[in-house]
Nanobody, 119 residues
Framework: QVQLVESGGGLVQAGGSLRLSCAAS????????GGWYRQVPGEQRELVAH???????SYADSVKGRFTISRDSAKNTMYLQMDSLKLEDTAVYYC?????????????WGQGTQVTVSS
């Protein structure tokens, strides 16, 4: 049974950096793609970054040039490197991975991690 465990959130000053991690546990056959989302209370969840199975990436306009999504297949872990953080980046960040485990393809979500950017 696959689970995604997120870590790396916290409080940082504007202009600083954080790296979020999303580790997949349990038996897993393959990675089909994944991404990072964020949500502010009272607002809809927003797709921040996406990575495909072949490593292609895409980003929301609001984070282009500042955030980088990547994946380490050996560690079954997906990352979001966040640089030049702004107050507007404050949100709960959720990771998502499309995984194949025992021949079953399913969507998995992390528990969320708070990122707070201060002035």
């Amino acid at each position: 049974q696959v689970q995604l465990v997120e870590s790396g959130g916290g409080l940082v000053q504007a202009g600083g950096s954080l790296r979020l991690s999303c580790a997949a546990s349990g038996s897993m056959f393959g990675f089909n793609g994944g991404g990072w989302y964020r949500q502010v209370p009272g607002e809809q969840r927003e797709l921040v970054a996406h990575i495909t199975s072949d490593g292609s990436t895409s980003y929301a306009d609001s984070v282009k040039g500042r955030f980088t999504i990547s994946r380490d297949s050996a560690k079954n872990t997906m990352y979001l490197q966040m640089d030049s953080l702004k107050l507007e980046d404050t949100a709960v960040y959720y990771c998502h991975q499309d995984l194949t485990d025992w021949f079953k393809r399913r969507d998995y979500w992390g528990q969320g991690t708070q990122v707070t950017v201060s002035s």
